[in-house]
């Protein structure tokens, strides 16, 4: 089964309100989660790296006021997308390093987060 | 941080085994490298993961020469619903702080 999990799965909002996405990771803590975001037929790009309890890490380019991220737990990272407008519409994908308990340092991903906005 | 280059994408046909290889010239000592796949709309799910040699699973192979500056995934006897995009991605999985950068991923389509 997953061990990780994004909700919600899909999502349709207004161009100008907020949307949050949850990661969770179910069966291991991790410090450090990721996000991605990918357009059609396009790879995964990374937006930022979330730490427990820290600040995020954005990469070149991602509006960190655009794209908050939280970690507040070591189960749970949020992103949420301010102000969204029609070109944040994308496919949101979080991940999780376990580099704990699990010994095996994979990098889960979540199922991903499908975000409209009209 | 050690980027990958893959063929954009390859044909197959079913019961073919399919070898898609993937360069990571400036790799570093404990890198590990892990292949994903990816069904469109779905996050990337693990496939195979080495550091060096050999290593196999139920799935696939995951071949990785001495210099370990490159590796390939070998998929015996594929079959349609193995159509997908096929990512490498090479980390440190001791670290928290590394940073895992997709490259291109190679488009892998069966044909009947």
């Known amino acids: 089964g997953a061990v990780v999990s994004q909700h919600p799965s899909w999502v349709i909002c207004k161009s100008g309100t907020s949307v949050k996405i949850e990661c969770r990771s179910l069966d291991f803590q991790a410090t450090t989660m990721f996000w991605y975001r990918q357009f059609p037929k396009q790879s995964l790009m990374l937006m930022a790296t979330?730490?427990?309890?820290?600040?995020?890490?954005?990469e070149q380019g991602v509006e960190k006021d655009k794209f908050l991220i939280n970690h507040a737990s070591l189960t749970l990272s949020t992103l949420t997308v301010t102000s969204a407008h029609p070109e944040d519409s994308s496919f949101y994908i979080c991940?999780?390093?376990?580099?704990?308990?699990?010994?095996?340092?994979?990098?889960?991903f979540g199922e991903g987060s499908r975000l409209t906005v009209l | 941080l050690a980027k990958t280059t893959q063929p954009i994408s390859m044909d197959s046909y079913e019961g073919q085994e399919v070898n898609i290889t993937c360069s990571h010239n400036?790799?570093?000592?404990?890198?590990?490298i892990t292949w994903y796949q990816q069904f469109p709309s779905q996050g990337p799910r693990f496939i195979i993961q080495?550091?060096?040699t050999k290593v196999t699973n139920e799935v696939a192979s995951l071949f990785i020469p001495a210099d370990r500056k490159s590796s390939t995934l070998s998929l015996p006897r594929v079959s349609l619903s193995d159509t997908a995009v096929y990512y490498c991605?090479?980390?440190?999985?001791?670290?928290?702080?590394?940073?895992?950068?997709f490259g291109t991923g190679t488009r892998l389509k069966v044909l009947a």
């Open positions: 991605l090479v980390g440190d999985r001791t670290s928290g702080t590394y940073k895992y950068i």
């Open positions: 400036n790799i570093a000592t404990n890198d590990y």
């Open positions: 991940s999780a390093l376990d580099t704990g308990t699990r010994g095996t340092g994979e990098l889960f």
């Open positions: 979330s730490n427990e309890g820290s600040k995020a890490t954005y």
């Open positions: 080495g550091y060096k």
